[in-house]
């Protein structure tokens, strides 16, 4: 049983930055690769970044080079830290990792960018 906790969301002008945390508790079990996630009202929820455990990442198109994903300490925290924010970015960004073929969610972090 993983456990995720994120956090770190908040309210920010467009063109400003956050960092997001998630404080991950992997209960003596192997995390194979983490990612994050959002979910806009009304919208899907999508994949924004993955990182593997040797810190290989990919990104969704809409967020290259402006976020970067992130491993402290074997998994301890997963960063999130997200530049040039835009108004589209807000969302519910959730925490999301895997173990063997089981996958875990933190309960989620709210970005809010206003114009």
């Known amino acids: 049983q993983v456990q995720l906790v994120e956090s770190g969301g908040g309210l920010v002008q467009a063109g400003g930055s956050l960092r997001l945390s998630c404080a991950v508790s992997?209960?003596?079990?192997?995390?194979?690769?983490m990612g994050w996630y959002r979910q806009a009202p009304g919208k899907q929820r999508e994949l924004v970044a993955t990182i593997t455990s040797i810190n290989i990442t990919n990104y969704a198109d809409s967020v290259k080079g402006r976020f970067t994903i992130s491993n402290e300490n074997a998994w301890n925290t997963v960063y999130l830290q997200m530049n040039s924010l835009k108004p589209e970015d807000t969302a519910v960004y959730y925490c999301?990792?895997?173990?063997?073929?089981?996958?875990?969610w933190g309960q989620g972090t709210q970005v809010t960018v206003s114009s």
């Open positions: 999301n990792a895997r173990s063997g073929s089981y996958g875990f």
């Open positions: 992997r209960n003596g079990l192997r995390i194979s690769a």
